[in-house]
């Protein structure tokens, strides 16, 4: 059913006179007569009865202004989201993060991201694999590790962090300013299992200078990690600013590494052939700000 025709209907039944409703539309009352004849021929039935010069509605027209001033408001409304998504006052975002960086980075951006668009929905989804859930539009927008070129995706650079030795304030290693990437041949460590992102990139720099990490335990998750740094039971490589986003991190010393420093250099992904919404470009925007400051500029 045309809402043209609606609209012109709801005009007839305001003014109960085609020449006056044909002067509010701007149209020639014959058009106005023969739109109002076209959808009584859609519908079956008689919407008004004529009589002489007056017309009244008939029972199906009474339906029928009932349901189209509904029909002519659900219009009004989609048009008006979608106004306000294109906008960015509303709409939803899917975000794919890895886990640690959800956990003790990105929390303080997503509370400021929501006070300010308080109307998009924001959903923050942890994963290892950024790149194969944008790919399998699972999430929106990603943050994820650079990867090679691939034209289903763009990658904008976010910006580049070391990894630093984590070790409790109480090891023997707290009072170190540095150490050097070959000495963690002979630290004790807890890590990712081998295939987490973060355990493969260390690795491979290990590798390259002929050793591999010794690890004394191996969990999933940063928040354990950081439990067994606690407890003494061996030191962790991560990220730099893996701690910043704790409350509470004296017993922790954070050591850089020098001699082939182990980075990660995180991009903004996306597929190449979506839509990104006013709202999506927002908190692009907001992320790229909150790594630069990260990385000190």
Do not use: W
């Not at 975002?93 to 003790?104: E, K, N, Q």
């Not at 929390?107 to 790919?135: D, G, M």
């Not at 969990?219 to 893996?242: D, F, K, N, Y």
């Amino acid at each position: 059913m045309d809402t043209r025709h609606i609209q012109y209907f709801l005009a007839v039944c305001e003014h109960l006179h085609f020449t006056k409703a044909a002067e509010y539309l701007g149209i020639s009352q014959p058009t106005l007569s023969q739109q109002i004849h076209v959808l009584e021929g859609e519908l079956g039935m008689p919407l008004f009865d004529r009589i002489g010069k007056k017309i009244m509605l008939t029972e199906a027209g009474e339906l029928l202004r009932l349901h189209g001033g509904k029909m002519i408001q659900a219009e009004k409304d989609a048009k008006n989201a979608i106004f306000e998504l294109f906008a960015g006052e509303r709409g939803s975002i899917r975000l794919g993060v890895f886990p640690s960086d959800l956990d003790f980075q990105l929390v303080p951006l997503l509370i400021y991201f929501h006070q300010k668009y308080p109307k998009i929905q924001l959903q923050a989804l942890s994963t290892i694999h950024v790149q194969e859930e944008v790919l399998s539009n699972n999430v929106d927008i990603g943050i994820g590790l650079k990867s090679p070129p691939d034209t289903r995706l763009v990658q904008e650079p976010l910006g580049s962090e070391p990894y630093n030795l984590l070790v409790n304030r109480a090891s023997p290693l707290a009072n170190k300013t540095q150490i050097e990437l070959l000495d963690l041949e002979h630290i004790p460590l807890v890590m990712y299992p081998v295939g987490f992102l973060g355990r493969d990139l260390v690795e491979d720099a290990c590798r390259e200078h002929g050793f591999s990490l010794t690890t004394v335990m191996e969990t999933s998750t940063a928040t354990s990690l950081l439990q067994l740094v606690r407890a003494g039971i061996g030191g962790t490589v991560q990220p730099e600013h893996l701690i910043r986003g704790q409350p509470d991190n004296s017993d922790l010393v954070s050591i850089p590494i020098v001699g082939h420093t182990p980075f990660r250099h995180l991009v903004l992904v996306y597929r190449s052939d979506r839509f990104i919404s006013h709202a999506q470009k927002e908190l692009a925007a907001r992320l790229a700000v909150f790594f630069l400051k990260q990385d000190g500029h």
